[in-house]
């Protein structure tokens, strides 16, 4: 299986990203490629509307370490594992996300990489003008 790294620099201190990115009514702001709108939670776990249909979303518990990995159950029931975390970096922190190809074919996993990299974008453009 194929993975990709795509990390991102935000000019913000890690908890102030972090608070952002695991604000589940932010992720609409920045994540697109996950959320079209508004968050259902139930227990620990998100359900919301997505480009790829109607998703749930289970994020590890808050932590102080800066890790936001979770899972995506799709609408077919297959479930993907999203390694996500906000880390320090000398100019703030740096949020790194790992990509897996799975079943995707070559051009889905491009397509999924640049949407991802352009939800990392909105993130450090949303973070750093607050």
Not at 2 to 28: F, G, M, Q, T
Not at 79 to 104: C, D, K, S, W
Request: aromatic share 6%; glycine share 6%.
């Amino acid at each position: 299986m194929n993975s990709r790294h795509l990390s991102v620099v935000i000019h913000r201190s890690p908890d102030v990203v972090y608070a952002l990115a695991s604000d589940p009514s932010r992720l609409p702001d920045w994540a697109a490629g996950l959320a079209e709108g508004a968050a259902e939670i139930s227990d620990d776990t998100l359900v919301m509307d997505s480009p790829m249909g109607r998703v749930s979303v289970r994020f590890v518990p808050r932590n102080d370490l800066g890790v936001l990995d979770h899972e995506v159950t799709l609408p077919d029931g297959s479930v993907t594992y999203n390694p996500l975390r906000v880390v320090p970096h000398p100019e703030g922190a740096e949020v790194v996300f790992t990509i897996r190809q799975g079943e995707m074919d070559d051009d889905d996993f491009d397509r999924d990489y640049t949407m991802v990299a352009v939800d990392l974008d909105r993130l450090r453009l949303l973070t750093e003008s607050a």
